[in-house]
């Protein structure tokens, strides 16, 4: 018998009615999207809606043993990037966007930019209060490579800043409404933006998503009173907006728990897709990545400083949108060989992208404790040392991507 539950401020309720309602639907025999969750276990289920569609309701503690999982399983088109050397190329740690054909890269208050095979291309824009210049991190980047320009929003950004594909800035595009954070696609032909933001409580901000015009009129929109969040810049808003005309995901990331769902954007509404059962108080990611949805428990809040607290990433755990399978996985980076991955390889400013941006001593590193950890030998060890001996400190950054599948 299907489930069926009422669509009503979903976002809030729903964890809670997954564990009061009766049957679920079974995707045993169901192949899955991704070949290797095929001898993983069930783990989620697709509840009916009464408004129409479903959402997977996927439950942590049906998972197994926390399973290692090949990159090149996973993804596409594994591509292993040494970034120029030049000094004015030099980057260090950082987010990183893959995005149209570009790599771009915030470090050190600077946004660069490269090409897949780590040609310097850049930097867009420049540190500062002038035009087109910035004085924190950006908060999403997005190319546009048919039309040759690059757009950029900052945190709590009232416009999108445009520049030219070498990043010479153009000029400031309002938005129609301010968001605290927000990621974009913009097509330029036809001079539109598509925007999805974090709205904050007792503001008037109170689209989640909208396209605009150039001109800052909204074209159309969408508002979803029970996604805003407390007035906190600890919240986060996650999309693959950046890879996706339509179709698109949209999640939250809350400082104070609740639960949640990941919703996609349908090009009129935005639809649950996907949530997770979880206990009283614990905070989560939850994402889409390529075919697969991923959520990691954060643990307790940890005080850095006297303004600053952190909190950690637990393992996370895939779910296959088809088959439902899936649990808790490390992830295994082949390309280079026996190194894993255990937890943060899920966050990504690119949700479509596995992406790993690294120092070729910190590389050195894990690879020397990898070692040591798993007792590697045999043509493991001479990959990794093999590997390890193309590595010098002096060079830039090495950046792994990959789409995943």
């Keep these: ?95 990183s966007w893959i995005t149209g054909d570009r790599i771009v890269i915030y470090s050190n208050g600077v946004v660069k930019q490269f090409d897949f095979d780590g040609k310097y291309l850049g ?8 035009p087109g210049e910035y004085t924190i991190a950006p908060y999403d980047i997005y ?35 301010k968001m605290p954070k927000g990621c974009i696609r913009v097509d330029t ?34 508002s979803k009173p029970w996604l805003k969040v407390p007035m906190d810049f600890s919240n986060e808003v996650m999309s693959n907006i950046g890879g996706h005309a339509d179709g698109f995901s949209y999640s939250l990331f809350r400082w104070e728990p609740a639960p949640d769902s990941v919703y996609e954007y349908d090009g009129t509404a935005l639809n649950p ?63 280079i060989g026996e190194l894993i991955w255990e937890n943060g390889w899920c966050m990504s400013k690119s949700p479509d992208y596995f992406v790993m941006n690294s120092s070729p001593g910190s590389i050195s590193s894990w690879i020397e404790s990898s070692i040591k950890k798993h007792g590697i030998t045999g043509d493991a060890l001479k990959k990794l040392q093999d590997f390890q001996a193309t590595l010098d400190e002096d060079d830039n950054n090495i950046v792994i991507f990959a789409r995943w599948k």
């Excluded at 930097?123 to 002038?130: A, F, L, R, S, V």
């Excluded at 709205?199 to 009129?217: I, L, R, S, Y």
């Excluded at 005080?303 to 637990?314: A, I, K, L, R, Y």
Aim: negative net charge; aromatic residues 6%; charged residues 25%.
């Design 189 to 222: 032909e036809k001079k539109s933006i598509t925007a999805v933001a974090m709205c904050f409580e007792g503001t008037d901000a109170d689209k989640q998503v909208w396209t605009q015009d150039f001109e800052g009129n909204i074209l159309s929109s969408v």
């Design 1 to 95: 018998m299907n489930r069926i539950i009422t669509q009503s401020a979903i976002g809030l309720i729903i964890a809670g009615a997954m564990a009061s309602c009766g049957e679920s639907n079974s995707s045993e025999g169901t192949p899955s999207a991704v070949a290797v969750f095929d001898d993983m276990p069930v783990i989620a289920e697709r509840v009916e809606l009464s408004s129409g569609g479903s959402v997977i309701v996927a439950h942590p503690e049906k998972s197994d043993d926390v399973r290692i999982l090949k990159l090149s399983d996973l993804t596409d088109d594994v591509r292993i990037v040494r970034l120029e050397k030049s000094d004015e190329a030099l980057i260090g740690a950082g987010q």
């Design 143 to 177: 190319v546009d490579s048919k039309a040759g320009r690059i757009y950029m929003v900052s945190y709590n950004a009232d416009k999108v800043m445009s520049y030219d594909s070498d990043g010479t800035f153009i000029e400031n595009i309002p938005l129609a409404q």
């Design 273 to 335: 897709v996907f949530t997770v059962t979880k206990k009283s108080g614990e905070r989560s990611h939850i994402d889409k990545l390529g075919s697969k949805y991923v959520a990691a428990v954060y643990g307790d809040p940890q005080q850095t400083s006297e303004n600053t607290f952190v909190v950690s990433p637990g393992t996370p755990m895939l779910v296959d949108q088809e088959s439902l399978r899936g649990g808790y996985c490390n992830i295994l980076v082949d390309c």
């Design 123 to 130: 930097e867009i824009g420049g540190k500062g209060n002038g």
